[in-house]
């Protein structure tokens, strides 16, 4: 079976930083394609990052450009996001997905890991 476990999560303060891991198994890790969402209490999941097969290619949500960085380790079956500068508006449940396609759409992806929070006090 396909299993996706983020890790990394935490409490931080406004303006540090953490890095969330992704280890992946049960599936073709280097041609899927990897993304990054969040869900904060009474929102609607939010797409956060993507990172394309061989890692050359990523994109971002605008409110975490130049704060957050996507990254893969295919050897390692890994995908990280690194997060600095954080806001009390990166609180949220991020959670780490897979796809064989490149899509910022949470509903395109294919295989989802079971979340890990991230909170930030200001």
């Known amino acids: 079976q396909v299993q996706l476990v983020e890790s990394g999560g935490g409490w931080v303060q406004a303006g540090g930083s953490l890095r969330l891991s992704c280890a992946a198994s049960g599936l073709t890790f280097s041609t899927h394609y990897m993304g990054w969402f969040r869900q904060a209490p009474g929102k609607e999941r939010e797409f956060v990052a993507r990172?394309?097969?061989?890692?050359?290619?990523?994109s971002y949500t605008d409110s975490v450009k130049g704060r957050f960085t996507i990254s893969r380790d295919n050897a390692k079956n890994t995908v990280y996001l690194q997060m600095g500068s954080l806001k009390a508006e990166d609180t949220a449940v991020y959670y780490c997905a897979a796809n064989k396609n490149w899509s910022p759409q949470g509903t395109d992806y294919d295989y989802w890991g079971q979340g890990t929070q991230v909170t930030v006090s200001s």
């Open positions: 990172i394309s097969w061989s890692g050359r290619s990523t």
